[in-house]
């Protein structure tokens, strides 16, 4: 059944910044002299190449510019053709592969402030993540403080990829902070490239990277679960975007297998895995990663023994199906409207609350 609901809430999306030069004006004054002295150039992808037609689709690519770079393209190509009530804006910029914490943290909060002001007070169907600079967890929190008070922003956009497990205790007050304001966390694939994207070593070609982004969600999630994060913050809501979603049932049941014959090391973590991912955790619906035929899918989501886990999205601008049968067909319609309006509602709490930009 494809798309059978109008008014679904697209959970990916990625708006990009045309150029530096769009985020000058909200930089200070001391960050803009730093670019024009040190000459800094574009933060490109921190994954997708621009080349790349796995980047964009080749309908939604301009003529001119990069793809989903202006309110118009998003809307014309994102919103109206999906009949997306709320789409969540994810701004893939490379902050996280600056080395300086004071620069990531000034450029964090410019393109935060852009997507504020020239996208969110322009277009009442979008919402966004905060992007925080993780290479200094202080200066993340005061990002997240910076802009809880603006309802629009519904989540912190964090990497699938970076420089330690997320589940490590240096990142508990993101975590904290999240959870306070009721925002959920997205780990999104992408990586600051400080280490390789694969567990040993560096690969010679774009495909190896790519294929390789479903490995790190598992160690992510891992790491989340077996460190005591849904313990510490039991009312987080951690959203694996562009994830996949079919290695989920098999990397499950090898983790509950171990935990429950290890536990003894872990003992914070007073649930099996499965129990805590059905309850603190979601995946994107974007891209489908099962099999092609309709009874090979529905096993798929059989096995992931929940139909509260996934959530719509359609990852656009990147090229993960054609046209605008954004919902694979072999999905019957009552769990069609779980995926696009329920489960997302049931995610993101500020989706459910007026919204109010900050002053």
């Not at 933060?43 to 118009?72: H, M």
């Not at 809307?75 to 990531?104: H, K």
């Amino acid at each position: 059944m494809a798309d059978p609901i109008i008014g679904g809430i697209d959970c990916d999306i990625h708006p990009a910044v045309p150029s530096q030069a769009a985020l000058l004006p909200y930089l200070d004054d001391h960050w803009r002299e730093m670019v024009a002295t040190r000459g800094i150039d574009e933060f490109n992808s921190i994954l997708y190449p621009a080349a790349s037609p796995l980047t964009c689709r080749a309908d939604w690519r301009p003529a001119q510019g990069k793809p989903a770079s202006t309110l118009e393209l998003v809307r014309a190509q994102a919103l109206d053709p999906f009949g997306s009530s709320i789409a969540i804006a994810n701004c893939l910029y490379g902050i996280q592969l600056l080395f300086s914490e004071d620069m990531a943290a000034a450029f964090a909060r410019a393109v935060n402030t852009w997507m504020a002001r020239e996208w969110l007070d322009k277009e009442p169907r979008l919402r966004a993540s905060i992007i925080v600079p993780t290479q200094n967890v202080e200066m993340a929190v005061d990002e997240i403080e910076r802009w809880a008070g603006d309802q629009r922003f519904v989540q912190v956009l964090l990497l699938a990829m970076g420089d330690h497990p997320l589940g490590r205790r240096q990142y508990w007050p993101i975590y904290a902070a999240a959870e306070r304001h009721g925002l959920a966390i997205g780990i999104h694939a992408g990586s600051n490239y400080h280490n390789p994207p694969t567990p040993i070593g560096w690969p010679s070609f774009y495909t190896e990277d790519y294929a390789g982004q479903a490995n790190a969600f598992q160690s992510q999630l891992t790491s989340l679960i077996c460190e005591g994060v849904f313990s510490k913050f039991p009312a987080l809501k951690v959203v694996l975007l562009e994830s996949g979603f079919t290695w989920l049932p098999a990397h499950l049941w090898r983790l509950t297998k171990f935990w429950r014959g290890l536990r003894i090391e872990i003992p914070w973590v007073d649930r099996a895995p499965m129990e805590i991912v059905r309850s603190n955790v979601r995946l994107s619906l974007r891209p489908v990663d099962g099999p092609p035929d309709r009874d090979g899918l529905l096993r798929v989501l059989d096995h992931m023994q929940s139909d509260e886990l996934l959530l719509f999205s359609t990852d656009y601008p990147h090229w993960q199906f054609e046209g605008t049968e954004a919902m694979p067909a072999a999905i019957p319609a009552d769990l069609a409207r779980k995926i696009m309006i329920d489960n997302p509602l049931a995610t993101y709490a500020r989706l459910k609350v007026p919204q109010v930009a900050a002053e």
